[in-house]
């Protein structure tokens, strides 16, 4: 006969899991799908259906979290999930795509360049879920991100194949602009550039600007099916040339910091000494001075 003790330790095993807990983690499943059929997609020459298939990763894990949120589902486990399918989406999907695309054309140093990207990946998010749990982080930095994300990493190093669309005939000097390019964009993942995070932006939107914003995602959204690689270009050359923004913006927020912590510093120092240790003073400076003074 069992036990009561083991009926108890098996309902704590087995408990019910909340549905607002499984429908983020459904979400990061459906996002890891769209980046393993990229990396099918770019095997089998279809370039159009695999990048499409990565902004559609990037736009499901950018929903995710928000999700999670919403509904009062974090998890532990939702959030190694998410890192593991990030570095699927964004750090393998893309490099091998690249690889398939171009790079293989320059043989083992296309190889090197694809892998560092992947690898580059990895160590970037290993980077964030170690900051993330920080607790001495100042507030103000949740705005920014250290170094590129992955998602937007991936985006940006896909700009020689949508320059290609657009009409850039390939070449080996295109081949070599994209191996650079790529060593350079898994250079500022690993890098400690402040980049806005926009985590900030967007959480409260006013009663008279619900309408307007929903024709703008609307009209965003038709944009980008209409005319793909005009959009997806015009975004990552805006996007680098908002890098510099960001980091003067951290240094803002950074010298501000400063000021307020040396403020906060000096006003907690007594502005005048207690009046015991005034007196033990001017006795010890009475004591001190010649006596025609005393």
Same mark, same amino acid.
């Given at each position: 006969?069992?036990?009561?003790?083991?009926?108890?330790?098996?309902? %704590?095993?087995?408990?019910?899991?909340?549905?607002?807990?499984?429908?983020?983690?459904?979400?990061?499943?459906?996002?890891?799908?769209?980046?393993?059929?990229?990396?099918? *997609?770019?095997?089998?020459?279809?370039?159009?259906?695999?990048? #499409?298939?990565?902004?559609?990763?990037?736009?499901?894990? =950018?929903?995710?979290? %928000?999700?999670? %949120?919403?509904?009062?589902?974090?998890?532990? +486990?939702?959030?190694?999930?998410?890192? !593991? #399918?990030?570095?699927?989406?964004? &750090?393998?999907?893309?490099?091998?795509?690249?690889?398939?695309?171009?790079?293989?054309?320059?043989?083992?140093?296309?190889?090197?360049?694809?892998?560092?990207?992947?690898?580059?990946?990895?160590?970037?998010?290993?980077?964030?879920?170690?900051?993330?749990?920080?607790?001495?982080?100042?507030?103000?930095?949740?705005?920014? +991100?250290?170094? *590129?994300?992955?998602?937007?990493?991936?985006? @940006?190093?896909?700009?020689?194949?949508?320059?290609?669309?657009?009409?850039?005939?390939?070449? =080996?000097? !295109?081949?070599?602009?994209?191996?650079?390019?790529?060593?350079?964009?898994?250079?500022? *993942?690993?890098?400690?550039?402040?980049?806005?995070? &926009?985590?900030?932006?967007?959480?409260?939107?006013?009663?008279?600007?619900?309408?307007?914003?929903?024709?703008?995602? *609307?009209?965003?959204? #038709?944009?980008?099916?209409?005319?793909?690689?005009?959009?997806?270009?015009?975004? @990552?050359?805006?996007?680098?040339?908002?890098?510099?923004? =960001?980091?003067?913006?951290?240094?803002?927020?950074?010298?501000?910091?400063?000021?307020?912590?040396?403020?906060?510093? #000096?006003?907690? @120092?007594?502005?005048?000494?207690?009046?015991?240790?005034?007196?033990?003073?001017?006795?010890?400076?009475?004591?001190?001075?010649?006596?025609?003074?005393?």
């Amino acid at each position: 006969m069992p036990s009561p003790g083991l009926d108890n330790v098996r309902r %704590r095993r087995f408990r019910r899991i909340p549905v607002r807990t499984l429908a983020p983690n459904l979400v990061t499943l459906l996002a890891l799908c769209a980046g393993l059929t990229s990396i099918r *997609m770019a095997f089998e020459n279809h370039y159009v259906l695999a990048l #499409a298939a990565i902004v559609f990763a990037a736009f499901l894990d =950018g929903i995710d979290g %928000r999700l999670a %949120r919403y509904l009062k589902g974090t998890s532990r +486990f939702g959030a190694e999930l998410d890192s !593991l #399918a990030d570095f699927v989406n964004f &750090g393998v999907a893309p490099a091998l795509i690249l690889y398939f695309w171009g790079l293989h054309d320059l043989k083992s140093a296309g190889w090197i360049a694809a892998m560092t990207f992947a690898i580059c990946a990895g160590l970037r998010l290993a980077r964030f879920n170690v900051m993330i749990e920080d607790p001495d982080r100042p507030a103000w930095t949740a705005n920014f +991100f250290v170094g *590129m994300p992955a998602p937007a990493g991936a985006i @940006t190093v896909l700009l020689p194949i949508y320059a290609a669309f657009l009409g850039v005939p390939r070449s =080996g000097f !295109l081949t070599w602009v994209m191996l650079f390019y790529t060593l350079a964009v898994a250079a500022l *993942m690993v890098s400690r550039l402040p980049v806005f995070s &926009g985590k900030r932006v967007g959480t409260r939107v006013p009663p008279e600007m619900v309408g307007p914003l929903i024709v703008l995602v *609307m009209l965003a959204i #038709a944009l980008l099916i209409a005319y793909p690689w005009i959009v997806l270009t015009a975004g @990552t050359l805006a996007y680098l040339a908002c890098l510099p923004f =960001g980091w003067l913006s951290y240094r803002r927020h950074e010298r501000r910091s400063v000021e307020s912590r040396a403020q906060t510093a #000096a006003a907690s @120092t007594p502005a005048s000494r207690s009046p015991i240790l005034s007196g033990l003073a001017h006795t010890t400076d009475d004591d001190e001075r010649p006596s025609r003074l005393n």
